[in-house]
């Protein structure tokens, strides 16, 4: 019991967060200027170890909601480098550089403010009231018949 005491109050010290751990989107002055059907990519980095990430979308600045995806991601080399399937993640000064498939290589900044990202998930509709309340003509209608 000491020792599990011991454990939870050394992880409460030292912290839990890695330094990739917030949102990040991907920057538009990165390469040749991007067409307007494409979309600039979005990461979220939630604890314990859950990436999200999705299209992002100019117009409404926020990220659409049927694009995301998530997925499991790990920290390797003293936590300098995060890996989730095949995007390898790495922070440069201010910026989060993603190789993706050993190719591609993104740059990404720190998002600031608020959430660019929907919830994780909808709270589904109890009941759904398919008529409206009666209008005062309806009611006069009623009274009328009885």
Known sequence: MK????????MLATGCASKFT??????ADDGPP?????????????LPSTIRY????????VVDGESM??????????DRVAQ???????????DLVACIGGDVVKHFHRVHG???FPPPFRIPELAKVRQSSPTFEEVVVYARAQ
């Open 34 to 46: 991007l067409i307007s059907s494409e979309r600039r990519m979005a990461l979220k980095f939630d």
């Open 84 to 94: 989730s399937g095949a995007i390898t993640m790495r922070i440069e000064g201010e």
């Open 54 to 61: 999705g299209a992002y979308l100019n117009c409404s600045n």
């Open 69 to 78: 995806q998530s997925d499991n991601y790990v920290l390797m080399q003293n």
């Open 3 to 10: 020792i599990a005491l011991m454990c939870l109050l050394a």
């Open 114 to 116: 608020p959430s660019i």
């Open 22 to 27: 917030g949102e990040w989107l991907e920057r």
